[in-house]
């Protein structure tokens, strides 16, 4: 019986979403955004810059500084050699090191904490999160503004432990084909419903149509930097991370090529 109420309930749902279709796909600001025609940089100037565009989300690269603090970066061994360190490889650095670093000789490193400190004089904005999921850690930082925090989530535990606590959940996928099996499997075990994924554009876009019809879902898709691109995922996607997206003018810029 509760089978037979759970098929009728996601078959609605199929039935509302198809009826009604979707939104245009909302953009990201991949890596706090470009800034000057770099890319993945995490800095100050990135973040202002992409807010100045309007974006209303970011998303951030977190790590953690050999002392403990929280802070912006995709890892170590890029940072380092965005830095001028490239000999350190992947060493971690301490905060205060941190803190002495330019990024391009240009940029300012920053703190998951200024990132926060700046969304609370921007209530309109929300932050979107990677590389680290771990709720503890999330939770630390993030609960005054939960509700506008998406977290990638690279495992089940988790995503629903997260999604618990209320904050935006997305369960970080390479392979649309694995997506349905997830989904039925925390289903028939009562966890929940996975419900928002985040994967790639190598992803098997009729696959994720079919999955979307047949239980829908949202899905964030990295990276899109085209028009070409967008209009080909248009009908999968609800939001799009975006190095080279101008709000302001719904156009993408001229990529420089720089990284």
């Known amino acids: 019986m509760e089978i037979k109420k759970l098929i009728l309930f996601v078959l609605l749902l199929s039935y509302v979403h198809q009826t009604f279709g979707q939104q245009k796909p909302q953009p990201i600001a991949h890596a706090l955004g470009s800034i000057d025609g770099y890319v993945y940089t995490n800095s100050r100037e990135a973040m202002n810059n992409s807010l100045e565009k309007g974006y209303k989300y970011l998303e951030v690269d977190m790590d953690s500084t050999s002392d403990g603090v929280i802070v ?29 670093r330019k990024i391009y000789d240009m940029y300012t490193p920053i703190t998951i904490q200024e990132i926060i400190d700046t969304l609370k004089n921007n209530p309109d904005v929300s932050i979107v999160t990677d590389k680290i999921s771990d709720p503890d850690i999330i939770e630390k ?30 369960f970080s996928t390479d392979n649309a084909n694995d997506i349905l099996i997830y989904i039925t499997k925390n289903l028939l075990k009562g ?46 996607i609800d939001f799009f991370y975006s190095d ?3 709000p302001s003018t719904d156009s993408f810029t001229f990529n420089t090529g720089k990284e």
């Open 72 to 100: 912006a970066s995709h890892d170590w061994a890029y940072f380092n050699d965005i830095t001028n360190h490239s000999e350190l490889k992947d060493t971690m650095i301490s905060f205060e090191e941190f803190s002495t």
């Open 141 to 170: 930082y993030f609960s005054e503004i939960k509700e506008r925090v998406y977290v990638e989530c690279f495992s089940e535990e988790d995503y629903f432990e997260l999604k618990e606590k209320g904050y935006n959940v997305m």
């Open 191 to 236: 966890y929940g419903k996975i419900d928002f994924i985040t994967t790639s554009v190598d992803q098997d876009s009729k696959e994720l149509r079919k999955i979307k019809c047949i239980m829908p879902l949202k899905v964030s898709m990295y990276t899109i930097n085209t028009e070409e691109l967008l209009n080909e995922h248009m009908d999968e």
């Open 244 to 246: 080279f997206y101008d």
